[in-house]
């Protein structure tokens, strides 16, 4: 391949992860938010 392919490559693989690490942040953030939650109401959950 042509080094014009081999960067698109590149960035498709680094855009890829990039949307995967962004996914991550989220599901930890909604944990965190959670754990607040509990700790808020003293360690209760409310369901």
């Known amino acids: ?3 014009f392919s081999d960067n698109m490559l ?3 693989r ?3 992860m990039f949307q995967e ?3 991550e942040m989220r599901e930890a953030e909604k944990l965190v938010n ?3 939650e ?3 109401n003293e360690g209760k ?3």
Do not use: G, P, V
């Open 1 to 3: 391949m042509d080094s």
């Open 10 to 12: 590149d960035n498709i």
């Open 14 to 16: 680094n855009s890829q």
């Open 21 to 23: 690490a962004m996914e």
């Open 34 to 36: 959670e754990l607040n």
């Open 38 to 40: 509990y700790e808020a």
């Open 45 to 47: 959950f409310e369901f």
